[in-house]
């Protein structure tokens, strides 16, 4: 059992489409980051949530933490081809010495 | 300039090798990390280390060991590799725990 599953797993979608992509854990978590992972590189960080009901915006990204938070999402607006990427969220709980990763969404923009 | 940089990125060994992997971060924080990514993308900890503390995961076997000659180095020295072993393995470096992480680009592990 994951302690953060994401969905979906996977998801292809036209260029100017939006998505949501959902973060869902049982657990609270003191802060949330997302990550992108493109092949043959490592992740890069895209944002880091801290409040409950925090909504942060990174050009047509936008991130929201739960108000319990438990949970996290990430919508794309108008999706482009370099969107394409492997979107991992990750969390820390309460005093934990390290963060725990979801099991990611593999997103495919097709032009 | 690259913040975080493994080598080798590419590991082909039979099994029952010893290997080491090597990581350097210029960033000049004071946590380093070690990950094990699986075939399926799944990103699990492996170590956590700063200079003062070495947290191991519990599920990893005791042929991996971390070392670390100074606060910019953690290697990863593996003894007698198994087929299991075959996996993308990720440093990442951070100013403190619960900060951002860099990660290195990752050195692919396969295990003949």
């Known amino acids: 059992t994951q302690l953060l599953e994401q969905s979906p797993q996977f998801l292809s979608i036209q260029e100017g489409e939006n998505l949501t992509v959902y973060c869902n854990s049982s657990?609270?978590?003191?802060?949330l980051q997302w990550y992108r992972q493109e092949p043959g590189e490592g992740p890069v960080l895209l944002v880091t949530?801290?409040?409950?009901?925090e909504v942060k915006k990174l050009k047509r990204l936008t991130f929201q933490f739960g108000d319990a938070r438990k949970d996290s999402s990430l919508h794309i607006t108008a999706a482009q081809p370099g969107d394409t990427g492997l979107y991992l969220c990750?969390?820390?709980?309460?005093?934990?010495?390290?963060?725990?990763f979801g099991s990611g969404t593999q997103l495919t923009v097709l032009p | 300039d690259t913040a975080v940089s493994q080598t080798p990125k590419y590991l082909v060994t039979q099994m029952g090798n010893d290997k080491s992997i090597k990581c350097e971060q210029n960033?000049?924080?004071?946590?380093m990390y070690w990950y094990k990514q699986d075939s399926k993308k799944f990103l699990k900890i492996m170590f956590s280390?700063?200079?003062?503390?070495?947290?191991i995961n519990e599920t990893v076997p005791n042929r991996f060991s971390p070392k670390s000659p100074d606060k910019a180095h953690l290697n990863l020295h593996i003894n007698s590799l198994e087929l299991g072993d075959s996996a993308v393995y990720f440093c990442?470096?951070?100013?403190?725990?619960?900060?951002?992480?860099?990660f290195g680009d990752g050195t692919r592990l396969s295990i003949l």
């Open positions: 280390y700063n200079n003062k503390e070495l947290i």
């Open positions: 949530v801290v409040t409950g009901g």
């Open positions: 657990s609270v978590f003191s802060s």
């Open positions: 990442a470096s951070s100013q403190e725990w619960s900060s951002p992480q860099h």
């Open positions: 990750a969390g820390q709980t309460g005093s934990a010495r390290q963060l725990t």
């Open positions: 960033l000049g924080h004071d946590t």
